[in-house]
């Protein structure tokens, strides 16, 4: 079956604009996590969320950060004013219950120039 | 907070060596620990996992036993391939604090010479 998928795989953007990342989750996976993974570096947990809602998105490093579930199905991890730090490889996870194994997408690659 | 610490890489072994990677977490919970790989190229996948202490997760050939008293979860190969050849990571998740959160170490890379 299908598996986790991201879409862009690469995104190269110029500082201080906007960008959009897509997750599609394992149909029928209720939780969805997003992580943030630098080079050299492990993931870093941004939020998670359990259908609609978010409901830990302790991990996210300031308000230019945002992510939505509207449906219960896709995300969309949204970056406003985007800065060079914010290069990395952002990661998607799905789980058919909280307690369940997370599987991963294969992360989009953000480039800010 | 939970945090991972693992053995610093990389490592380079010879084909049918022995594996080691050690990992230690901190954690205020009851955390799961888990061993995740990402061969070159692919996506981060689960390899093995232990719920509580004293637990053995095995898969593939890998081995790694949950010791809450040294609070560790050393990865372990008796044989190793060049097929092995990945990144590996150790995590933890606390269902019961954290809401299934993972917490990550930053990875350890293997490289197997034929």
């Known amino acids: 079956g299908a598996g986790v998928s991201q879409t862009p795989s690469n995104k190269v953007t110029e500082k201080g604009k906007y960008v959009e990342l897509r997750c599609d989750p394992i149909s029928g996976h209720t939780a969805l996590y997003w992580y943030r993974q630098s080079l050299g570096q492990g993931p870093e947990f941004l939020i998670y969320f359990q259908g609609t809602g978010a409901a830990d998105d302790s991990g996210l490093p300031n308000d230019r950060f945002f992510a939505v579930r509207p449906e219960g199905s896709v995300s969309t991890l949204k970056i406003q004013r985007t800065e060079r730090g914010d290069s990395a490889v952002y990661l998607c996870?799905?789980?058919?219950?909280?307690?369940?194994?997370?599987?991963f997408g294969p992360g989009t690659r953000l480039t800010v120039l | 907070g939970d945090s991972v610490t693992q053995m610093e890489g990389p490592v380079t072994l010879s084909e049918e060596a022995f594996l080691t990677i050690n990992c230690t977490y901190t954690a205020t919970g009851y955390p799961s620990l888990f061993w995740y790989v990402q061969y070159p190229g692919e996506g981060l996948q689960l390899l093995l996992k232990a719920t509580k202490a004293d637990d053995k997760g095995s898969n593939k050939g890998f081995e790694a036993t949950y010791r809450k008293e040294t609070t560790s979860f050393h990865l372990e190969k008796g044989s190793v391939q060049v097929s092995d050849s990945a990144v590996y990571f150790c995590a933890l998740s606390d269902m019961y604090t954290n809401a299934g959160k993972s917490t990550f170490g930053d990875g350890t890379t293997l490289t197997v010479k034929p």
């Open positions: 996870a799905s789980s058919l219950r909280r307690e369940d194994e997370q599987f």
